[in-house]
């Protein structure tokens, strides 16, 4: 074999261009820098400024660095998905609970990794480990925008995007309310909001609320009285 110095230099790299090195078990292999390019992408060893999991179908325990819908399931548009299933370790085994919790309440965009033209990006609305012992949390979402569908055995990259948001509220005027009987209220906020009642004397009115899910509450008071709900 030649001295490496004397090999002439490509001028034109490409994904299938070839590397030479050894293989963990010491022997000597060929690299495609496309291979080697997907390996840094989703190991984990290089930071992209997020957390790389990879999307599974099946419903069945999440492994370290994967994720899923909550049911299973493939081919869902990132415009329906309100509720993903992800594990608390990355791929390199590394705890990442504490970075969803710094993310709740904040903007979250999932993308693929080898093409960032698809991608979710949502309200982040929790992320709860139910039992101590489960290795996943739940996220709950609110779709802001995106486009195309998740795809079966990809690496999506989770990082913090809060471009494009504000601060939305909601009003609803002029509402009678009847002493013990609960009012609806959808706001579409992808959130759980903060409420504030004022009756038509201008008074702030406290009554029992109920969060349904992220878009919808039910509101009761115990007398009856004609006034306003905001929720931001």
Not at 25 to 33: L, Q
Not at 51 to 65: A, C, K, S, Y
Not at 76 to 103: A, C, G, Q, Y
């Amino acid at each position: 074999m030649a001295r490496i110095s004397t090999y002439t230099i490509d001028e034109s790299v490409q994904a299938t261009d070839k590397v030479l090195g050894s293989n963990a078990g010491g022997e000597t292999k060929n690299f495609r820098i496309e291979d080697i390019t997907t390996f840094l992408n989703t190991s984990g060893l290089i930071n992209l400024d997020g957390i790389v999991e990879q999307f599974i179908i099946q419903n069945i325990p999440l492994d370290r660095g994967k994720f899923k819908l909550p049911n299973g399931g493939n081919g869902i548009n990132f415009s329906e998905i309100t509720s993903l299933k992800v594990s608390t370790k990355n791929i390199s085994n590394t705890d990442i609970t504490e970075f969803f919790n710094h993310l709740v309440g904040q903007g979250l965009k999932i993308s693929r990794v080898d093409n960032i033209s698809e991608f979710g990006h949502y309200s982040f609305v929790s992320a709860v480990r139910a039992n101590s012992s489960d290795d996943f949390v739940t996220f709950t979402l609110g779709f802001l925008n995106g486009n195309s569908t998740l795809r079966q055995d990809k690496y999506y990259l989770f990082n913090l995007d809060n471009s494009g948001r504000t601060d939305k509220t909601f009003a609803r005027e002029n509402i009678n309310f009847t002493a013990g009987s609960g009012v609806t209220i959808n706001h579409n906020l992808a959130k759980f909001p903060a409420v504030t009642t004022i009756d038509s004397g201008g008074s702030h009115i406290v009554g029992d609320i109920n969060h349904v899910d992220n878009n919808n509450f039910t509101i009761t008071f115990k007398a009856s009285f004609q006034g306003s709900v905001y929720a931001n």
